[in-house]
Nanobody, 126 residues
Framework: VQLVESGGGLVQAGGSLRLSCAAS????????IAWFRQAPGKEREGVAC????????MYEDLVKGRFTISRDNAKNTVYLQMNSLKPEHSAVYYC????????????????????WGQGTQVPVSS
């Protein structure tokens, strides 16, 4: 299983970025993929997750209305559209995958995810 994030980079406050998570090595439809972030000196936190089978989605409260997770099963890729970014959104963003039962209750608990990408840096300047 391999997950590769891309799309990070320096952005000004108020700007937008779209992160991509390209997945390979597993049957996409049987998994959920989530985005996490970790700021310097802080614990990793879940951001959003999506089921690759039925598209069920969950967002953490802090990003609702600002971030959007989506999938492209044909490309085995999950995206995280981030709008109206603030300096406090600066972090390394990771995507992670887990095999899910059906039905699946969406969760961004990090311990639920078995496979992780290397992360992509998102610094937001003020």
């Amino acid at each position: 299983v391999q997950l590769v994030e891309s799309g990070g980079g320096l952005v000004q406050a108020g700007g937008s970025l779209r992160l991509s998570c390209a997945a390979s090595g597993f049957i996409f439809d049987n998994y959920a993929i989530a985005w996490f972030r970790q700021a310097p000196g802080k614990e990793r936190e879940g951001v959003a997750c999506i089921s690759m089978s039925d598209g069920s989605i969950m967002y953490e409260d802090l990003v609702k209305g600002r971030f959007t997770i989506s999938r492209d099963n044909a490309k085995n890729t999950v995206y995280l559209q981030m709008n109206s970014l603030k300096p406090e959104h600066s972090a390394v963003y990771y995507c992670a995958a887990t095999f899910i039962p059906r039905p699946w209750r969406p969760s961004v608990a990090g311990a639920s995810y078995n496979y992780w990408g290397q992360g992509t840096q998102v610094p937001v300047s003020s």
